[in-house]
Structures are given as structure tokens and as C-alpha cells.
């Protein structure tokens, strides 16, 4: 999740805009859309079906 | 005429009781020990950073400077890509050490020193306000433009103060919504689930404004897309469109995700009233899904109401349908804007009350003797007492900040005097998380730092606009702090000038960080700082005690230095849990 962050962050940014401005004039809003949106349904790819993060707690916890 | 004017309140007021009852609901089944707060709820309740700052002023800010407005939007969009990295922490700390405000989490990441704690919570006071004038002003105005078609920001008389009523209104209904029982786990199941009902609120009215403009008033997304062309507004679909430089984008994007993690009111739907841990790995996608499609037709919007030329940009999704007859859907816009507004100030106050009675009024009173825990019988009532005149007072700053400067700014700029202000505690707790020399002076000095730049930059600006301060004022000092000088032209920051201000209040964050650093009081008496806390970060979230114990995960009793007032603090509130919780703050469970 990190690294999809990372690359989401990349593609996010200015240069990256200026050059989607110069490629493909007015489609900037879509860039940003696609990119947002590729990289929610790679996030939640991983996260669902990585294991509950709370999981490890709970079945430590020693009975009161 | 009279039953057009008496519509709206008592369309709010039958809204805000329809709330009020998802509330009942949830407290009653909390009671009751059913859960309500699975993950979608967690996720939608973290929609409340979405306000009116973003309803109304996103198409604002759009109409002007197109893209501009979603730096801090993508801000929490990675801020919930990296929870696990940030968010996550924050929990099980959290969790462990039964912290229940922003402040607390600050003062514990420092050897729980209360001056920190103290200092958040004023700054917390201060930088709120402009976020509650914010909702005041959204729901005013859209009460005078649903009611008398028009927008009237003049000085009013008592009578015709919407903004005060609102403002009395929102108060009452906190105090009824949030201050009923005293919890020592400082949740409330209710008003998540309230919260998690107006997200959803909100959302369905933006998608149906936009899907009305865009399939209605125009023909379709082709059909908009030539008259902006005709228009020549394809400027606004660019980056240079946007006004800001390449450091502006960069900064407003730390902001915007700074401030989601460290807004009050976020820490206390993210941390606090999270009910289960395993809960952030569905808010990890399904947040930034939610913004996305909160975003997805601010843009169609913002160029519709150029092209039909809204006379005001803030009221741009309420003055469309209004202007082409779709009285029913301004309605429902009307509604979902004061959704957003309820939900803010109810979460936001709450949060605040909490830091102003455990942070400064109840240790004051214990340490000048006025209280003592062995002859009050039930600190509850005095607790609540506290809680309530706190939101009151918090409610009625707002009201005052939107009276002296609210016609001079825009939405958006509410919005970020109170992002700025809460972006500066990000910082110290990522230092005191992630930094093992971090030290409380260096937090101390670094928030003292930020607090002054954000009052020169912004909150100054605001006044001098106002006109409640000489533009001259500012100018000897601007003359130092070149990067500043849009304070002493224009009054507060467009677009274009944030980025100076964000980068100032960064540098006076590390320079109190360098400076902290320098002092290194780790030698002089008391707890070693950070010891408590941040070893949870090298042992795995686990207290460094308990990592060297092996077996046993839960925090160890004797860890956390309670000192002082702080221990009676724990005492008052551990004796008036509520029923079927928690036994006391400060146990683990």
C-alpha cells in the first residue's frame, strides 16, 4: 500500500500534469481521475485480502 | 410569503430532530451492547472532513482557479493510502494508553507533559474557529437565498441574525446530541452512526446536483464540454489554470493531508471512536472512493455556473436548480449543506470540549484546590457542567469570527485558516513518533513557532481585510517576511499565494524541532520523554516493557508516568463510566 502511494503521489504531481497538459490538452481531469481511481482498486485489492491488522491483538489478548 | 420564510427553519428543524433520532438510535444500541460502527460506518464517518468548506466552496474555488481545489483533497487520498503506516499507529498507541484527544496524544508522546497538552488545545480553540464560522455562514446563507432569494450579509439586527440562531441552534443540539452521559472511553456510538448518516446525505445531494446539471440542464458531458470550448474556458481544465505553482500544489497536498490527520475532530472519528482497528483497512480505499465521487462533478458545476453566471461562486450549487425551477432539489442541497454544517460543528465541538475540560479546566481546578476527587461525589455532573458551557463558548467564538470577517472571505478560506492551523500538530507527532530524540521542547518551541507565522499570515490578514486593523499594520514585518507580503495587498491568500505561508509555518515547525533538539533536556528530572510511548514504535505497538516481557501484549500498568494532576484527572473521569463499558481510563481493557 505504501508503494501505491508513492507512485499515486508521483503521478499526482505537477510536472507530470504539465505534461499531460501538453499530450493531451483538456484531459488533465480525467488523468487525475483514472490515476485516483486505479489506485483505489489496487489499495483495496491489497488491503482485503491482506490479514486483519487487529486480528494479532485480539488473539493475543490473555482471557481476564 | 410568511410560510415561504417559515419553511426552511422548520425544514432544518425537522432534519436536524430526524439526526437527532439516528443518534438515539445508536446510543440505544449501544446500551444495549449491539454494535452499530462496523466499517462502512467508520469509513462514511470519516466523511465529516468534508464540510461546508468543501460542499459549498470546492465549486468556489473551482470556478475561479479549476483544479485548484483539490490539493487537499488529495492530501487524505494518500494520507489513507499510508495508514498503515501512520493512521494505524496512531490507533493502537491510542488504544493502549486510552488517550481521547489530539492533545492528549501529543502530551503522551512526550512524557505526558501537560504544557503541551495545554498549548494544543489552545491553538486547537483558536485555529477552529474560522472552520465553525465556515458552517455558520454556509447555512445562513443558504437559509436567505432558499427564503428571500438573495443573499443578505449586511450587519443584521437580533431579530434578523440567521447566523446567530443557527449558531444557538447547532449549540443546543450538540449539548443533546454529545454531552448527555459522561464515558471514560470518551465515545459515542450514536453520533458516529448521525455522522456516518449525513456523509451519505451529502454525497447522494452532490451527485444529484451534478447529475442534474450535467444531464439536464445540459445534454451531457459532451454537450458542456462544447460550450466551455465556445466559452473558451478550457483554461480551467489545465494545471496552468489552477494559478499555483508547482510548491503550492506540493504544500496544499501536505496540508490537506496533515490537517485530515490531525483535525480535532478527524482524531476523534479516526482514533477515538474507532471501535475496531481491522475497520481502517475498508477506510483505506473506501475514504478515497468516497472523495472521488464527493469530487466527481465539482468541475461540470463550477463551469456550469460560469457559463450561466452565478452571481456568487460559494452558492453555485444552490443557486442552479434554484434559477432553473428545481425548488425541490435547493431544497434537498439546502439540506445536505446543513448536514455537512451539523455534523462538523457536533463532532468538532465535542472533540473540543473534551480537550478544554481535560486538558485546561479540570487540572486548573485540581491544582488550585477548587476540586477535589474525595469530596465530590459525582464528578460527572461537573464534568458535563464544564462540557457544555465549553461548547457554548466554542460555538459562539465561531459566531464571532464570522461577524468580524465572515463577509470578507471565501469559503475555502475559512477552510484552510483552520487546515493550517490544524496541519501544525502533524509535525510533532510524526517527530514523536518516528524521531527517538524528539523532545518536548522541541515540540513546544516548533508549535509556538507555527501558531505565531499562522497568526501573521493568515488570521492577521483576515482582520486587516476586515478592516479591523490598519493595512499598514502588517507592513514592517512583511518586509522581513517578503514571502508573506500578499498580507498586506490583498488580505487574505488566493490560490496563489498559499504556498509561502504553508512553507513558512513548515520551516518555524523545524526550526522548533532544531531547537528542541539543541536543548536535549533528557538529563534533567522527570520521565524520560517519550519513554512511555513512543518505544511502542520500535517494539511493534507494543510498550518496550512488554516487548521485553514477551508473552504478555497488554501495556503495562506501571508504564505510563501519571503524574500530578493528570492522575486525579484519570480518577474524576474513571468514576463515572457509563454503564456496560470500560472500568476506568487508564486500565487496560
Not at chain 2, 428543524?13 to 467508520?42: H, K, N
Not at chain 2, 503506516?85 to 508522546?109: E, P
Not at chain 2, 474556458?233 to 493531508?257: A, E, H, I, N, Y
Not at chain 2, 513546544?444 to 493568515?458: D, K, Q
Request: glycine content about 10%; charged content about 15%; some cysteine.
Amino acid at each position: 500500500m505504501v508503494a501505491i502511494a508513492i507512485v499515486t503521489f508521483l503521478l499526482l504531481m505537477p510536472p507530470v500534469f504539465e505534461l499531460v497538459d501538453r499530450l493531451a490538452p483538456g484531459w488533465l481531469p480525467a488523468w487525475i481521475g483514472l490515476v485516483v481511481l486505479a489506485a483505489i482498486a489496487l489499495v483495496a485489492r491489497t488491503a482485503e485480502r491482506a490479514p486483519d491488522p487487529g486480528l494479532a491483538d485480539r488473539t493475543a489478548e490473555p482471557p481476564a | 410569503m410568511i410560510g415561504q420564510m417559515l419553511f426552511v427553519p422548520l425544514l432544518a428543524l425537522a432534519y436536524l430532530a430526524c439526526m437527532f433520532a439516528v443518534a438515539a438510535y445508536g446510543d440505544r444500541a449501544a446500551r444495549l451492547g449491539r454494535s452499530l460502527g462496523g466499517p462502512w460506518t467508520y469509513t462514511l464517518s470519516l466523511g465529516v472532513y468534508c464540510t461546508t468548506a468543501s460542499y459549498f466552496g470546492a465549486i468556489g474555488v473551482a470556478m475561479e482557479g479549476g483544479l485548484a481545489f483539490l490539493p487537499i483533497f488529495l492530501g487524505p487520498v494518500i494520507a489513507m493510502f499510508l495508514s498503515p503506516l501512520v493512521l494505524y499507529k496512531m490507533l493502537r498507541i491510542a488504544k493502549a494508553y486510552h488517550i481521547t484527544s489530539i492533545a492528549d496524544f501529543l502530551a503522551a508522546r512526550y512524557g505526558k507533559r501537560s504544557k503541551l497538552g495545554i498549548l494544543v488545545s489552545c491553538i486547537a480553540l483558536i485555529g477552529v474557529a474560522p472552520a465553525i464560522a465556515v458552517q455558520l455562514k454556509g447555512v445562513a446563507t443558504s437559509i436567505h437565498l432558499l427564503s428571500w432569494g438573495s443573499v443578505h450579509e449586511g450587519a443584521p439586527f437580533l431579530a434578523t441574525d440567521t447566523a446567530l440562531y443557527v449558531a444557538l441552534g447547532l449549540a443546543a443540539f450538540t449539548i443533546l446530541f454529545g454531552t448527555r452521559q459522561v464515558d471514560a472511553t470518551e465515545r459515542h456510538q450514536g453520533m458516529v452512526l448521525a455522522v456516518a448518516f449525513e456523509s451519505v446525505v451529502k454525497l447522494v445531494v452532490m451527485l444529484a446536483v451534478g447529475g442534474y446539471v450535467l444531464f439536464w440542464l445540459y445534454t451531457g458531458p459532451s454537450d458542456l464540454a462544447a460550450h466551455v470550448e465556445a466559452a473558451g474556458l478550457d483554461r480551467l481544465l489545465t494545471f496552468d489554470g489552477t494559478g499555483m505553482s508547482g510548491t503550492d500544489w506540493l504544500l496544499m497536498t501536505l496540508v490537506g493531508g496533515l490537517g485530515f490527520m490531525f483535525l480535532p475532530r478527524q482524531f476523534q472519528v479516526a482514533v477515538v471512536e474507532n471501535q475496531d482497528p481491522g475497520h481502517l483497512t475498508r477506510a483505506s480505499w473506501a475514504l478515497p472512493a468516497y472523495l472521488l465521487l464527493f469530487l466527481l462533478f465539482v468541475l461540470p458545476l463550477a463551469l456550469a455556473g460560469i457559463l450561466q453566471e452565478v452571481p456568487v461562486p460559494d452558492l453555485t450549487i444552490l443557486q442552479l436548480p434554484l434559477d432553473h425551477g428545481a425548488y425541490a432539489l435547493a431544497v434537498a442541497v439546502f439540506l445536505g449543506g446543513l448536514s455537512a454544517a451539523a455534523a462538523m460543528v457536533v463532532v468538532e465541538t465535542i472533540a473540543l470540549a473534551t480537550m478544554v475540560s481535560n486538558d485546561l479546566v479540570l487540572p486548573f481546578l485540581l491544582r488550585t484546590g477548587w476540586l477535589s476527587v474525595a469530596a465530590s461525589a459525582d464528578p460527572s455532573r461537573l464534568l458535563l457542567l464544564i462540557r457544555r458551557l465549553a461548547i457554548v463558548l466554542i460555538v459562539l467564538g465561531g459566531y464571532l469570527f464570522y461577524r468580524l470577517v465572515g463577509a470578507h472571505l471565501t469559503f475555502i478560506e475559512f477552510g484552510v485558516l483552520s487546515l493550517l492551523a490544524a496541519a501544525q500538530f502533524g509535525p510533532p507527532i510524526l517527530f514523536g513518533m518516528y524521531w527517538r530524540d524528539a523532545n518536548w521542547i522541541g515540540a513546544l518551541i516548533g508549535l509556538c513557532l507555527g501558531f505565531a507565522v499562522w497568526c501573521y499570515t493568515l488570521l492577521l490578514p483576515a482582520f486587516v481585510m476586515a478592516g479591523f486593523l490598519r493595512r499598514g499594520a502588517a507592513d514592517p514585518w512583511s518586509v522581513r517576511l517578503r514571502a508573506a507580503q500578499p498580507a498586506q495587498s490583498a488580505g487574505l491568500p488566493g490560490p496563489d499565494s498559499r504556498g509561502p505561508r504553508d512553507l513558512l509555518v513548515a520551516a518555524a515547525q523545524l526550526a522548533g524541532a532544531g531547537a528542541g533538539l539543541a536543548a536535549r533536556p533528557r538529563d534533567r528530572a522527570g520521565p524520560e520523554p517519550g519513554r512511555d510511548v513512543r518505544g511502542c514504535l520500535v517494539t511493534g505497538g507494543r510498550h518496550p516493557d512488554v516487548a521485553r516481557r514477551g508473552a504478555d501484549p497488554r501495556p503495562a500498568r506501571h508504564a505510563p508516568a501519571v503524574r500530578g494532576c493528570g492522575a486525579d484527572r484519570r480518577a474524576v473521569r474513571s468514576r463515572c463510566p457509563a454503564p456496560g463499558r470500560a472500568p476506568a481510563a487508564g486500565r487496560p481493557r
